[in-house]
């Protein structure tokens, strides 16, 4: 039901655009968050953008690197990542929740993922 | 260095129960609700329990969540091989307004 895309290779200081493409739910009444997961390491979350696409918030982390980015009639969510270092990489996943209650519904489909790998 | 604070490993026999803490505090776990998550190897974390409680359609009732002012526990009854998972717990922070999560349990079933 979500379907990520976009990842590759790529050298240190470049740039990549994510893309999570959904089916089977009402997009537009969801929420939509991107975690990610280095090898062997845990979850973090990177970003969350609103059903609308009127409120997004960052890790504070990452913030001013990554961009978060919906288009409802696509039933998609993007994730620009810029300036790219070896430390992003990692499994990028979306995962769509639903909001009423901040965090009450937790996230609840993930898509597989897509690997990034930042190399020289 | 994880907002909230589990086990780096448990385990037990296939049948038994166990149990997995998630320490946090007053700014995220004590206000806010807290979800588990089931990450089997080489596949996407599933939503496993949120609003502290509640399971999702298809979830059986082997697995229940907790919580207590800023700790909660995510239990599993008759433990299976197939349960054999790293197990997250998360919530809302509304103090950084970001979601926060454990650094992961996982669970051995001998």
């Known amino acids: 039901q979500l379907v990520e895309s976009g990842g590759g290779w790529v050298q240190p200081g470049g740039s990549l655009r994510l893309s999570c493409v959904v089916s089977g739910f009402s997009f537009s009444n969801y929420g939509m968050n991107w975690v990610r997961q280095a090898p062997g390491k845990g979850l973090e979350w990177i970003s969350y953008i609103s059903s609308s696409g009127s409120s997004t918030f960052y890790a504070d982390s990452l913030r001013g690197r990554f961009t978060i980015s919906r288009d409802n009639a696509k039933k998609s969510v993007y994730l620009q990542v810029n300036s790219l270092r070896a430390e992003d990489t990692a499994v990028y996943h979306c995962?769509?929740?639903?909001?009423?209650?901040?965090?009450?519904?937790?996230?609840?489909?993930w898509g597989p993922g897509t690997t990034v790998t930042v190399s020289s | 260095q994880s907002v909230l604070t589990q086990p780096p490993s448990v385990s037990a026999a296939p049948g038994q129960k166990v149990t997995i803490s998630c320490s946090g505090s007053?700014?995220?776990?004590?206000?806010?609700?807290v979800s588990w998550y089931q990450q089997l190897p080489g596949t996407a974390p599933k939503l496993l329990i949120y609003?502290?409680?509640k399971r999702p359609s298809g979830i059986p009732d082997r697995f229940s969540g907790s919580k207590s002012g800023t700790s909660a526990t995510l239990g599993i009854t008759g433990l299976q091989t197939r349960d054999e998972a790293d197990y997250y717990c998360g919530t809302w922070d509304s103090s950084r307004s970001a979601w926060v999560f454990g650094a992961g349990t996982k669970l051995t079933v001998l």
């Open positions: 609003g502290n409680n």
């Open positions: 995962a769509s929740e639903f909001r009423g209650t901040p965090g009450y519904f937790g996230l609840d489909v």
């Open positions: 007053s700014s995220n776990i004590g206000n806010d609700y």
